[in-house]
C-alpha cells in the first residue's frame, strides 16, 4: 500500500454518514483498524486519538477508526468514549480487504481471522505515504502525529 493511492471504497459510518474515500481528495486523514469495539487494547488506542483529535484538525487532518462491527455497535462504543471522529463498519471486509488486515491470529489457542492492529496515512493526493502494522498501542497515537507533522 505505501506509496500507492488508495483504492475508491464507501463504508457505513457513525452519524448516519457514509463514508466515501474518493470525498477525501484534497485533505489528508488517517485510517486505523483495529480489531472490536469496546475491548481493552481497542477502547485505548480509540482515547488516544481522540485526547489528540484537537491536534490532527488543527493540521487538517480527519480520523477515521474501522472495524468490522456494525454501526449500531459502533454508535455506542463512540458515545460511551466522547470519539469526535467517525467509527466504519466495514462487515463485508471491502477495505479490509483493500488495506490486506485481515491475518490468522490466535485467540486462546484457537486460529481465528481477525483484524491486524493497522494505521495508514493518506495524503491530500490520496496517496498512501505511511503504515503500521502489528501496532502496538501504548504511544501509537502520538506517533502518528507525529508523522503528519512532517506532510
Not at 22 to 34: D, E, H, K, N
Not at 41 to 68: N, P
Not at 74 to 99: G, Q, R, T, V, Y
Request: charged content about 25%; aromatic content about 12%; overall charge positive.
Amino acid at each position: 500500500m505505501l506509496e500507492k493511492p488508495v483504492p475508491e471504497f464507501s463504508l457505513s459510518a457513525t452519524g448516519e454518514t457514509i463514508f466515501s474515500s474518493a470525498g477525501l481528495l484534497g485533505q489528508s486523514w488517517v485510517l486505523y483498524f483495529y480489531p472490536k469495539d469496546n475491548t481493552p487494547g481497542c477502547t485505548t488506542e480509540g482515547l488516544q486519538f481522540r485526547d489528540l483529535h484537537a491536534q490532527f484538525k488543527k493540521l487538517g487532518c480527519t480520523i477515521y477508526g474501522v472495524s468490522r462491527d456494525s454501526i449500531k455497535s459502533h454508535e455506542n462504543f463512540k458515545a460511551k468514549m466522547s470519539f469526535p471522529f467517525e467509527l466504519l463498519s466495514d462487515a463485508d471486509e471491502i477495505a479490509c480487504k483493500a488495506f490486506d488486515v485481515i491475518k490468522m491470529k490466535n485467540m486462546y489457542g484457537k486460529k481465528v481471522r481477525g483484524i491486524e492492529r493497522s494505521t495508514f496515512v493518506i495524503d491530500a493526493g490520496g496517496v498512501v505515504r505511511r503504515e503500521w502494522r502489528g501496532v502496538k498501542v501504548p504511544g501509537h497515537a502520538q506517533e502518528v502525529l507525529d508523522f503528519i507533522k512532517t506532510l
